[in-house]
């Protein structure tokens, strides 16, 4: 786990560390926010307006230059969180956040050499969806980045205490019962992904069902621009019924339906290739929350403004 430490100024001045060392910590900062943001481009944004501000501070104040920019990209982070639950309000259909998608190690089983360092799991991004802005922000600064709860309660103008229990708060909400289960562990989303790109190549309904949890969820993202569908659908036989009934469609229509292993958030997902009703060709990427040996949710991110995809 990433440490950042706790922001403050000097009382009498100091030395400039200059606009460049902004750069030292970029990477950190942009972590940070894509964690409360879940949006590249929403993520970049708030670094930007950090690094305008990093260059209109008195500098010579400011005795944790990391501290600092981690305290202003959070504050920046925290209005989008606010201004976005109101714009979200008008999101054409389902709202999901953007996967961070790498290729597959050539040749080598990603179970013995991905390492998965930083990366934040996409399935732990969608139930944090479900978090206030203000538990968010407490959630992940003290729990992915270890800064102290006073920090945290000058980010969020909130007492120690009051920014403790909005992290506990948090954690209760991420564990409670119904939230989507997922585990880190490759070799099991390996064995999992095998029973699952079996069932669907075979068109086996009872053995899909049988790779996806009782309370399995999908959720797909098309932003208004991508056929997805407006709610969620739950329950094994409802979400194996809708995920054949996808694949039969794309296949038969042109140019096809194709699927490339890929890592997404550290995890394995696919990237997906299929036709739209015009003919033209569409991306989307789907990431899996897999728990106990069987999918527990199925996430469609198919809105092309959400999408970066390297070379598979």
Not at 31 to 47: F, K, M, N
Request: glycine fraction near 8%; charged fraction near 25%; include cysteine.
């Amino acid at each position: 786990m990433t440490r950042l430490n706790p922001a403050r100024e000097t009382a009498d001045g100091g030395t400039d560390p200059g606009p460049s060392a902004f750069e030292a910590y970029r990477a950190d900062l942009l972590r940070v926010a894509y964690r409360l943001l879940g949006s590249h481009s929403d993520a970049e944004d708030a670094v930007q307006e950090a690094w305008l501000r990093w260059n209109a501070t008195d500098r010579t104040r400011v005795a944790d230059p990391k501290g600092w920019l981690v305290t202003v990209v959070s504050r920046i982070c925290l209005d989008l969180l606010r201004s976005a639950r109101v714009r979200r309000e008008s999101y054409v259909g389902q709202w999901l956040p953007e996967p961070v998608v790498r290729a597959l190690p050539a040749g080598e089983d990603p179970a013995d050499t991905v390492v998965r360092g930083d990366e934040v799991s996409y399935a732990l991004l969608v139930v944090m969806e479900r978090l206030t802005p203000d538990q968010r922000v407490a959630f992940v600064l003290h729990d992915a980045f270890g800064v102290p709860f006073d920090q945290i309660a000058a980010t969020l103008e909130v007492t120690p205490e009051a920014a403790r229990q909005l992290a506990s708060r948090a954690r209760r909400a991420l564990t409670a019962s119904g939230v989507i289960r997922h585990t880190p562990d490759l070799a099991e989303q390996r064995r999992v992904m095998a029973a699952f790109a079996s069932a669907i190549d075979s068109g086996d309904l009872d053995a899909l069902v049988a790779v996806l949890a009782p309370d399995a969820v999908a959720m797909g993202d098309g932003g208004g621009v991508v056929p997805a569908g407006r709610r969620p659908v739950v329950g094994a036989d409802r979400v194996a019924r809708l995920l054949l009934g996808l694949v039969a469609t794309y296949r038969d229509r042109p140019p096809g339906l194709e699927l490339t292993p890929a890592l997404v958030n550290g995890d394995l997902g696919l990237v997906i290739r299929f036709g739209m009703p015009d003919g033209s060709a569409a991306y989307g990427v789907t990431v899996f929350a897999i728990a106990d040996g069987r999918i527990t949710g199925v996430f469609n991110q198919l809105n092309p403004a959400k999408l970066r995809l390297p070379p598979l």
